[in-house]
């Protein structure tokens, strides 16, 4: 019995967009009358609450805050 290898490449194509897009949780810091600045970008919250915790001990007298980043480059405008 033949089998299909035949497989839509668009659907890899969205799964590995899809993935791109999981890079949400960021550290931020937060600067008094100005935007928060973008420190960096993690796919996993564990590791962005590390990054944070070496932040603080590294940086103590800075205010940072892990925040949900929808980076708007990549966002769908209609």
Same mark, same amino acid.
């Given at each position: 019995m033949p089998q299909n290898t035949d497989y839509d490449s668009t659907?890899?194509?969205?799964?590995?967009?899809? @993935?791109? #897009?999981?890079n949400a949780w960021a550290i931020s810091?937060?600067?008094p009358n100005m935007?928060?600045?973008?420190?960096?970008?993690? @796919?996993? #919250?564990s590791d962005a609450d590390g990054y944070l915790r070496h932040l603080r001990q590294v940086i103590p007298n800075t205010s940072f805050e892990i925040i949900?980043?929808?980076q708007r480059d990549e966002a769908v405008m209609p």
């Open positions: 659907t890899e194509n969205q799964a590995k967009a899809y @993935r791109k #897009r999981l810091r937060i600067v935007e928060p600045v973008i420190v960096a970008r993690f @796919r996993s #919250r949900v980043d929808y």
